[in-house]
């Protein structure tokens, strides 16, 4: 037995220790607990990925119990490590474990130190269970999970107003995305007789028509549910304000774990989605939109984790490009190389916060390189991996997407350029962060400066290994026309993925004309950057008032919250107070309710009045109850 079982057992155990007993044993017990529990569900991870790609079919599978069985329909609750599941299990694991390292400095004097760990550890657990089931049901377990976890962890602060609108934001755009994955569900059992990915997958072209009613309302009601998890248009907007929660949680759900379920999701059932073409064009259409949106909003933002937070979306939004297009394993290739970079991009913004005194906005920074050197480098080499210089991590991804919406039958000339802007964008705000942070004058307040200090060990040493990961994770999977290593993401996913009719490599010289252009426009973009935001702002400022009108949407975020306040909010508020409140509640369900009660009180009333105390009374009721009985008898 391949004891997967322990990778979701050990994170599981530490949540366990630090919720029930952390208080009490201290925070010595919480630092060792709980990262000490992830860091050895990654060394188990490692042995099970070795373990996959030396058996048969290059998958692992393992069944604890039967989860419920009536008739003929039976789940098992079973565990499978296959080429997707064993890449994402070291993602999270392994970057989970650095972000727990992180912590211990980050969050070493918050007084609910053990309260954190315990939801972290939870999270992590919860995660595994994900991207480890076998089937639907399972996968809904950890997907409820994640999103119970996000709830707890974004809300961590919830004394303030703003941490607690934020969490039920995140909660209740994510019940939207969960009811397309219910009723995709639904529609799948029904459809298939089981909900056991495997079996879907290998009996998807024999029952389901390409193309047909049935696949794509399926596969549509998967998407929505994706669209939640993953924040992408129209259910994007709870993931920037995700930003309230403390910084290492930003890095673990922006970077290696909820926001990709979505994106597991549909490559996990890549045989299904190409049946879909429809499904598969709105995919492309929604990522390519959301990357562009997201990168026009990063563009003015001056929150340095709101920056960040609108590149997740951007990434995310590349990753689904790349789904859309049948590009799958680029797709999950720039999954990889986003938790590296961006893991490390949190984690630097958080060591700059800690040295700031919680101070997130940019303009209140600068110069802060000479104080903060090995938090500056390392955020240096992630930006570089983000904005798709040569040949950082992101280099390679990024390309690979672009080519593939280039090439790919279900992409197209409008794909690429809309993927080839965003990059320029995203070069440009990325290098806009590290100017207006670490480089021109100091606009930092006298009583910070005097304090600025780089951040402990604990909390440097995952950068640097982050760092690291940024620079050469790429190597993983460099392009057939770069030709100096084979390309080990196509090896290592050969035959795992569906394929999209007609796919073929196409013209090398293209592809190298692509690769050259996208260059250069990261390298022009770096350098506006650098023109405008490198040493004063006052070139900025007049770029500001000669755009004031695009300045303006992209600062407001395009208005997009306000547009669903004004569409949803508000109009529900106003139904459910008037409507369903005063109407209905009120006049309605509450007399209805108390009119029994006002009958009996209404007959004790009238009752009441014969009970006076007054003798008179009593012997006129007397005597008419006498009169009464006589009439009677004598009639």
């Not at 290492?248 to 890549?270: D, F, K």
């Not at 307040?445 to 304090?451: G, K, L, S, V």
């Amino acid at each position: 037995m391949s004891q997967i079982w322990l990778v979701p057992a050990f994170p599981l155990l530490g949540f366990l220790l630090n919720g029930f007993f952390g208080k009490f044993f201290g925070k010595r017990f919480v630092t060792i607990i709980a990262p000490a529990a992830v860091g050895f569900a990654f060394l188990q991870s490692l042995i099970l990925f070795f373990e996959m790609r030396a058996a048969d079919g290059h998958r692992l599978v393992e069944t604890l119990y039967t989860w419920m069985a009536t008739g003929a329909f039976q789940v098992d609750v079973a565990f499978q490590v296959d080429q997707l599941s064993g890449l994402y299990l070291l993602i999270i694991t392994g970057v989970g474990f650095l972000i727990h390292v992180y912590s211990i400095g980050y969050m070493g004097e918050e007084a609910g130190y053990y309260r954190y760990f315990a939801y972290l550890n939870l999270f992590i657990f919860f995660m595994l269970v994900l991207v480890l089931g076998d089937s639907f049901l399972l996968m809904f377990v950890g997907w409820e999970g994640v999103g119970l976890c996000s709830y707890l962890l974004i809300g961590y602060y919830f004394e303030k107003h703003s941490a607690a609108e934020a969490c039920k934001k995140a909660f209740l755009f994510n019940r939207v995305g969960d009811f397309g994955v219910l009723s995709a569900v639904m529609l799948i059992f029904i459809t298939f007789g089981t909900l056991n990915f495997n079996m879907v997958n290998a009996e998807a072209a024999s029952r389901l028509e390409a193309g047909g009613i049935l696949v794509t309302v399926i596969t549509l009601f998967l998407f929505l549910g994706a669209t939640g998890k993953s924040a992408q248009i129209p259910l994007y907007v709870w993931l920037p304000d995700a930003m309230e929660g403390p910084t290492p949680v930003s890095a673990l759900i922006h970077a290696a774990t909820m926001v990709t379920a979505g994106l597991y999701m549909i490559a996990r059932l890549s045989h299904l989605f190409v049946l879909a073409p429809f499904t598969m064009n709105m995919i492309a259409v929604i990522g390519a939109a959301t990357a562009l949106l997201a990168a026009t909003i990063a563009l003015t933002q001056t929150d340095i984790k709101r920056v960040l937070a609108y590149s997740t979306v951007s990434q995310l939004g590349y990753m689904f490009l790349a789904l859309g297009v049948g590009a799958f394993s680029a797709g999950i290739f720039h999954v990889m190389t986003h938790a590296f970079f961006k893991a490390l991009l949190f984690l630097g913004s958080g060591s700059v916060i800690y040295a700031m005194h919680h101070e997130q906005d940019m303009m209140r920074m600068g110069a802060l390189r000479r104080k903060l050197p090995v938090t500056y480098f390392t955020m240096l080499m992630g930006t570089l991996a983000i904005a798709g210089i040569p040949f950082f991590s992101g280099f390679f991804s990024k390309d690979e997407i672009l080519w593939k919406a280039f090439s790919s039958p279900l992409g197209g000339g409008g794909f690429w350029l809309v993927g080839f802007v965003t990059a320029g964008l995203t070069s440009f705000y990325m290098f806009r962060l590290i100017y207006l942070t670490f480089h021109g004058e100091s606009r930092v307040d006298a009583h910070t400066a005097e304090h600025l200090h780089e951040s402990p060990a604990v909390m440097t040493v995952p950068l640097v290994i982050l760092a690291v990961l940024s620079v050469f994770g790429g190597f993983f999977g460099v392009p057939h026309i770069l030709n100096f290593l084979p390309n080990g993401i196509e090896l290592y996913f050969e035959g795992f993925f569906a394929q999209v009719p007609g796919t073929s490599h196409g013209s090398a010289a293209a592809e190298v004309g692509l690769m050259i252009a996208s260059v250069l426009l990261a390298i022009i973009a770096w350098s506006l950057a650098r023109r405008y935001y490198a040493t004063s702002l006052e070139a900025a400022a007049i770029l500001r008032e000669r755009f004031q009108l695009a300045y303006r949407l992209s600062l407001h975020k395009w208005y997009v919250d306000e547009i669903y306040n004004a569409v949803i909010v508000v109009p529900a508020k106003l139904f459910s107070t008037f409507i369903l409140w005063k109407l209905i509640d009120q006049n309605i369900i509450d007399r209805l309710v108390m009119l029994p009660g006002n009958v009996a009180r209404g007959i004790g009333s009238g009752l009441r009045l014969t009970q006076n105390g007054m003798m008179q009374s009593y012997v006129l009721i007397f005597s008419l109850g006498a009169m009464l009985i006589l009439g009677f008898v004598l009639l």
